[in-house]
């Protein structure tokens, strides 16, 4: 009887214990949850532009549709191809616009404000602007592909790759070499400033133009400095060419107004191996000349570019011996004034 009693006692006493052990206290912390990697990020997809394109907004009216054109003057072929923007480029002002090319990306300077293009499937897509609270007067690229842009009252600065490399104040309106080791700053009188370009610091020299009366444009090339303005001996606009010591080697222009290479206002000047090309901003022309200063002739803007009375503002010499001008233009419809760009061969 007592051995029937003590195993009912032990039965009853390890059910009470299983149920309990069902009930975990309120105040138990939960067990750790297991360590788990984190997911690897996915690889990124390859782009063809690694910028990103910013659309723009556009502007209502029928906006320019360039074209390719070719012009034979002397023995020389002229050839052009637009080269059109994914969004039309609409200005407020039509002058002190420039474009500027460094490698694959592309610059311009409309409004005084600098925007940055990728050439994305045949048109030059906006992919971001530098310094936008900024406004600067003129922008030049190097061949290592920096940019570089000054304005009244502003700092000189450069950029590569988008990033702001240096500021200098103290320069005015600055023009610089392709090597991109020196340059001048220039305002309107012929006495200017050489600047070489170093480390931490700008070096200064006095220089002058004594032929010059005024200065209404800078252009430096790879051998020449370009200096466009008034003639002391004669008070006519000219272009004076000068080897890179300010050495004078050719007057072009000089001729009173009516005089077939008589000037307006020369706005932008390379040198390629066939001569001097210029572009006229008040004729609407583009001039040319043979190496030795020798006038070949003009060219009408429309013939080139299926323009109408546009402002030919900025030429730029590119590695493969094409011109990248810009130039702008009032809508046909009168809704808007757009910048354009073209390339021209055969020069």
Known sequence: MKKYLALALTLTLLLCLAACGDEAPSSAAPPPAPSVAPAPAPEPVAESVPEEII???EVPGEAFAGGSFSVMIGTLTLETEWIPFASPHVVDNLFDTSIRAAGDVYYTLTDGKIRQYSLTGGALALTGELNPDIEYDSIWTDDSGVLYASGFLEDFVAFRDGEQIFAYS?????????????????????????????????????????????????????????????????????????????????????????????????????????????????????????????FIGTVEDSELFGTDYPWLSSAQLLPDGSILIGISQEREDESATEFIAYRLTGF
């Open 55 to 57: 659309e723009q907004e």
């Open 170 to 294: 103290g320069p005015d309106d600055v023009s610089v070499h392709p090597s991109g080791e020196w340059g001048i700053s220039w305002f309107s009188s012929s006495d200017v400033q050489k600047i070489t370009i170093g480390d931490g610091a700008l070096q200064t020299e006095d220089m002058s133009f004594p032929e010059v009366n005024s200065i209404s444009h800078l252009q430096i090339g790879q051998d020449n400095i370009f200096v466009t303005g008034r003639s002391v001996d004669a008070d006519e606009p000219a272009v004076f060419v000068y080897d890179l010591s300010g050495n004078l080697l050719h007057t072009l222009g000089n001729t009173p107004f009516g005089e077939d290479d008589s000037l307006g206002s020369v706005t932008a000047i390379v040198a390629t191996q066939s001569g001097f090309f210029a572009l006229d901003g008040n004729m609407r022309d583009i001039y040319l000349w043979q190496p030795d200063g020798t």
